[in-house]
């Protein structure tokens, strides 16, 4: 079992920024690729943004490419998304995600924290 407890989550104003952060524990962080997920209001789960066990390699989706950093350090066994130039539509709840070490899939689920971008 991998336990994940987001934090850093909050209300803040179109063109700012926030950094989420993701505490793990459990098995071997490190043995994970990690990913970063998003649900607004109404509206489905979304990809937001992936890394590699040794964030050597990173994925983004098209709506936050160049805004938003994901990172990780695996000595302390934490994932983060440095978030830049918010826009409303960045408003949701974040997900920090664990896959499993075979497929793409999904295998742990963090609690989410929310993210208000207010215009």
């Known amino acids: 079992q991998v336990q994940l407890v987001e934090s850093g989550g909050g209300l803040v104003q179109a063109g700012g920024s926030l950094r989420l952060s993701c505490a793990a524990s459990g098995r071997t962080f490190s043995n994970y690729r990690m990913g970063w997920f998003r649900q607004a209001p109404g509206k489905e789960r979304e990809f937001v943004a992936s890394i590699s066990r040794i964030g050597s390699s990173t994925t983004y989706a098209d709506s936050v490419k160049g805004r938003f950093t994901i990172s990780r350090d695996n000595a302390k066994n934490v994932l983060y998304l440095q978030m830049n130039s918010l826009k409303s539509g960045d408003t949701a709840l974040y997900y920090c995600?664990?896959?499993?070490?075979?497929?793409?899939?999904?295998?742990?689920w963090g609690q989410g924290t929310q993210v208000t971008v207010s215009s």
């Open positions: 995600a664990a896959y499993n070490t075979v497929t793409t899939t999904v295998d742990y």
